[in-house]
T-cell receptor, first 116, second 111 residues
Framework: DGGITQSPKYLFRKEGQNVTLSCEQN?????MYWYRQDPGQGLRLIYY???????QKGDIAEGYSVSREKKESFPLTVTSAQKNPTAFYLC???????????????FGDGTRLSIL | GDSVTQMEGPVTLSEEAFLTINCTYT??????LFWYVQYPGEGLQLLLK?????DKGSNKGFEATYRKETTSFHLEKGSVQVSDSAVYFC??????????FGSGTQLTVLP
């Protein structure tokens, strides 16, 4: 079955450490997204990519970095510059194209990041 | 910019009660509207969508109608079940092609 796989499900970070969250999709979607979810809040967009080797900052990109070397993969690195990284991180993907604004995003099951 | 305002929770209902979760939006042009559901510890799943005015999205007994005159997309279900307990998010995709989410509404259904 096609879908989005995020790993690991739980991740712990020490102070001053960078960590990378994995996101892989086999839906053949062009666009991929990273969101951060905090308790009682909606999702906030960190980064998104609509094509390989290209990505744009979302609303809260500071302290994060991404790469898009393959269509299927969009890893997110939480750097030591992100001072409050404890959150639930969700990866999503969607079809892109003219007249495709009504296409929904498909989500992975998320990675919960905590600080040790 | 685009924004979504959702009814604040948490909402607690008894099984078989009627559910309404209010959602209003601000956007330029003609956005597409979505409801997503999130079960504990999981990602978001698309529940239903509507792409133009007066469209009604429906799925699993849930319905929502795209009302352009009131800029609303309220979620309704006639008879909720315990298994409907989850967090519900209203979202829109506007001209920027990015999804804008509401803050989510926690629903708990008691047997």
């Amino acid at each position: 079955d096609g879908g989005i796989t995020q790993s690991p499900k739980y991740l712990f970070r020490k102070e001053g450490q960078n960590v990378t969250l994995s996101c892989e999709q086999n839906l053949n979607h062009d666009a991929m997204y990273w969101y951060r979810q905090d308790p009682g809040q909606g999702l906030r967009l960190i980064y998104y990519s609509q094509i390989v080797n290209d990505f744009q900052k979302g609303d809260i990109a500071e302290g994060y970095s991404v790469s898009r070397e393959k269509k299927e993969s969009f890893p997110l690195t939480v750097t030591s510059a992100q001072k409050n990284p404890t959150a639930f991180y969700l990866c999503a993907s969607s079809i892109v194209g003219r007249g495709r604004s009504n296409q929904p995003q498909h989500f992975g099951d998320g990675t919960r990041l905590s600080i040790l | 910019g685009d924004s979504v305002t959702q009814m604040e929770g948490p909402v607690t209902l008894s099984e078989e009660a009627f559910l309404t979760i209010n959602c209003t939006y601000t956007a330029t042009g003609y956005p597409s509207l979505f409801w997503y559901v999130q079960y504990p510890g999981e990602g978001l799943q698309l529940l239903l969508k509507a792409t133009k005015a007066d469209d009604k999205g429906s799925n699993k007994g849930f319905e929502a109608t795209y009302r352009k005159e009131t800029t609303s997309f309220h979620l309704e279900k006639g008879s909720v079940q315990v298994s409907d307990s989850a967090v519900y998010f209203c979202a829109l995709r506007g001209s920027a092609r990015q999804l804008t989410f509401g803050s989510g509404t926690q629903l708990t259904v008691l047997p």
